[in-house]
């Protein structure tokens, strides 16, 4: 069964220092999603991405954030200058975009920024 | 997306059938109710979804009372890899729009 697959699966980090995180989501997906879960909280939205733009963003999706679809498979997260406040799991996710199609997500990137 | 109430947390014997609940009572007529699962930190995984009919898949089943403002998610022969957290989610998806998750319901299946 096709999966999403993320890169790496532990990244660490000093604080100040820019971060990028890999996704490949399913092959035919159109819709594409990052979501964070800091250790002990909820899974929370990060930002939504279709055709090459931002379709929505949440609070937490500050200029230190940014997304980017730099070929016809890979899908990233660049934090610019991380805080210590960004440790945290990062979920990307995919749907082929019909109506009700469920998200399906890989198993994260571990962030640990010290 | 309207407001889901579950249990914090739940124990099932091995074997047994897990019966999970949720309650959904502000939901609105085209939102569907949506189950996914979290096993250790991993990324969430969907496990099924319905709008009012009962559904059936190879996870699990999904029952959504007649008013629509609860559903139970049954997992019919609980292993230990069913240990989870387990989230419903109320949801009107026409393709593009994000899950929003609440802190679900941690199942521990006792051996």
């Known amino acids: 069964e096709p999966e999403v697959t993320q890169t790496p699966s532990h990244q660490v980090t000093q604080m100040g220092q820019e971060v990028i995180l890999r996704c490949v989501p399913i092959s035919n997906h159109l819709y594409f999603y990052w979501y964070r879960q800091i250790l002990g909280q909820k899974v929370e939205f990060l930002v939504s991405?279709?055709?090459?733009?931002?379709?929505?963003k949440s609070e937490i999706f500050d200029d230190q954030f940014s997304v980017e679809r730099p070929d016809g498979s890979n899908f990233t997260l660049k934090i610019r200058s991380t805080k210590l406040e960004d440790s945290a799991m990062y979920f990307c996710?995919?749907?082929?975009?019909?109506?009700?199609?469920?998200?399906?997500f890989g198993n994260g990137t571990r962030l640990t920024v010290t | 997306d309207a407001k889901t109430t579950q249990p914090p947390s739940m124990d099932c014997a091995e074997g047994r059938a897990a019966n999970l609940p949720c309650n959904h009572s502000?939901?609105?007529?085209?939102?569907?109710v949506y189950w996914y699962r979290q096993i250790h930190s991993q990324g969430p995984q969907y496990i099924i979804h319905?709008?009012?009919n009962n559904e059936t898949n190879e996870m699990a089943s999904l029952i959504i009372t007649e008013d629509r403002k609860s559903s139970t998610l049954i997992l019919p022969h609980a292993t230990l890899r069913d240990t989870a957290v387990y989230y419903c989610?109320?949801?009107?998806?026409?393709?593009?729009?994000?899950?929003?998750f609440g802190t679900g319901t941690r199942l521990t299946i006792i051996p």
């Open positions: 319905g709008l009012k």
């Open positions: 989610i109320v949801h009107d998806n026409f393709g593009n729009e994000k899950l929003t």
């Open positions: 502000t939901i609105s007529g085209n939102e569907y």
């Open positions: 991405f279709y055709n090459n733009e931002i379709s929505e």
């Open positions: 996710a995919s749907s082929i975009g019909t109506a009700n199609s469920p998200l399906h």
